[in-house]
């Protein structure tokens, strides 16, 4: 099911004194410390007239609801109840659901299930290792996550969309192999070509050998990969976690390898994947306000649509507590960049 994966649920550093609250695929949660600072994820709903805890207040190592004080701990059991004589009574059955929520890599994450199909999060390629330079972007998508999830992974767009930023149409064809994995599928791009554009002057050697692959990670993860010549490397990996059908907030970490160069890079390349991945949330919400307006909402899926079945196809199977049949065999398809 897809709600017994891991889901990004906000940065660390939005919880501190006070509760949040934050919506995961669907589900309205409330955010808290303890007094240890241990992070808890509770449903934003008071046992007793359904007031949203996010407004409240950490009492004593519990979350306190803003209208008549019930106090909840992290397990979601009501601990405190004012108004009830002696000081701390309660009642047996008061409580509300509570979520597993670990903190990881510098994010909240949460999972709606008890028990998740990893016993923790996965982890953001490199981040934080020597040699690696890394830097974070959040964006909300007025989207669905499959959306982002197959535009992240979509190659002829950014021929049109990027153009100069990311990609410079070239017209050559190219080999694209996919491969259907245990865990998603991978698409790896033989012979392309070099394009002019301000992220390839900045990050690709004029010459040897690259290689990029793109991979989705079901349910909702992607990751780009290009490797160059001389162990140069950067990595794209996009956690996207759907607020609901129709908002998808994405945690995108950018590494990249290129030695003493790499925070002289940063300064040039971070602004300028900001303008990028800016220009694929405008795409989105205006593809998705038109389709909107018309009865008519299928899409038209052709081979150079490398990954997208794939994403459909785990994401359905997911959806329904199976996982997906198919072809384990990788196969070919030709693609104009």
């Known amino acids: 099911m897809l709600t017994n994966y891991w889901y990004i649920a906000c940065p660390s550093a939005s919880i501190r004194r006070h509760p949040l609250a934050v919506q995961v695929l669907s589900r309205n949660l409330v955010l808290f410390r303890t007094e240890d ?13 359904g007031m949203p805890l996010a ?12 209208y008549h004080g ?7 059991k009501a601990v ?7 000081s701390d009574s309660c009642l047996p059955d008061a409580s509300i659901p509570a979520f597993k929520c670990v903190e990881q890599d510098g994010y909240i994450w949460v999972c709606l299930e008890p028990d998740p199909v990893q016993e923790l999060p996965p982890a953001f390629a490199h981040l934080g290792e020597p040699g ?4 974070r972007m959040y964006n909300r998508f007025e ?3 499959e959306s982002c999830l197959e535009n992240f992974l979509d190659c002829p767009h950014a021929t049109i969309v990027h153009r100069h930023w990311f990609r410079t149409p070239t017209n050559r064809e190219v080999r694209c192999s996919i491969q259907p994995l245990d865990d998603g599928a991978v698409a790896r791009y033989f012979d392309e070509p070099r394009e002019k554009s301000l992220v390839w002057s900045l990050l690709t050697p004029a010459r040897g050998e690259m290689q990029h692959t793109d991979r989705y990670i079901a349910p909702s993860t992607t990751r780009v990969d290009y490797r160059f010549a001389e162990n140069k490397r950067y990595i794209v990996t996009s956690f996207c976690t759907a607020v609901n059908d129709q908002l998808t907030d994405v945690y995108t970490v950018i590494s990249f390898r290129y030695g003493i160069w790499g925070p002289l890079i940063r300064l040039f390349f971070e602004p300028l994947s900001h303008r990028i991945i800016a220009q694929d949330v405008s795409t989105l919400k205006r593809q998705h306000l038109n389709l909107a307006k018309h009865e008519e909402r299928s899409f038209r ?10 994403i459909r196809r785990w994401r359905r199977s997911l959806a329904t507590g199976s996982q997906p049949a198919g072809e384990a065999e990788a196969y070919d398809v030709q693609i104009v960049i």
Request: net charge negative.
């Open 132 to 135: 690696w330079t890394s830097f």
């Open 80 to 86: 405190r109840m004012p108004a009830v004589p002696g």
């Open 55 to 66: 407004g409240g207040r950490v009492n004593r190592n519990a979350l306190e609801c803003p």
């Open 301 to 310: 899926i052709i081979e150079q649509d490398v990954l997208l079945p794939h």
């Open 70 to 76: 019930w106090c909840y701990d992290k397990s979601g």
């Open 37 to 49: 600072g241990d992070p808890a994820a509770l449903e934003d709903r008071c046992a007793h007239r």
């Open 143 to 145: 989207a669905p996550v």
